[in-house]
């Protein structure tokens, strides 16, 4: 039985916090930060699988944008992407916080 629980309109820290204690009650919390980066992108590819089919008309509901299969993969990326700035003890919204202050000064062509 999971004790797992993540709180409703969670912060970046609290996603962080539920992918720590994720990892340590599966017994994740020492897989090397290579190995997480081989799943990260192994889990792009399978969100791009994903979108290919849906975009052939493959969708398993043609009413949706999406299928519950793209959806998922995108969570799978959030968890390894949230264990790779875990191992380098990143904290996400700072990160973010900083970037887009330099994505902001940029000019976009
Ligand atoms: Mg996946």
């Not at 990892?23 to 792009?44: K, P």
Request: hydrophobic share 35%.
């Amino acid at each position: 039985m999971s004790r797992l629980h993540l709180k409703s309109n969670p912060t970046l820290a609290d996603i962080q916090q539920y992918v720590r204690d994720m990892e340590a009650e599966r017994g994740f919390e020492d897989s090397h930060i290579s190995q997480n980066c081989l799943f990260l992108v192994e889990e792009v590819g399978e969100l791009i699988k994903s979108i290919r089919k849906s975009h052939l008309g493959l969708r398993n509901d043609p009413a949706k944008h999406y299928d519950e299969n793209t959806a998922g993969e995108i969570a799978d990326i959030l968890i390894f992407l949230v264990t790779i700035a875990n191992r380098l003890t990143i904290d996400i919204e700072k990160a973010f916080r900083e970037k887009e202050e330099v994505n902001k000064q940029r000019t976009w062509q």
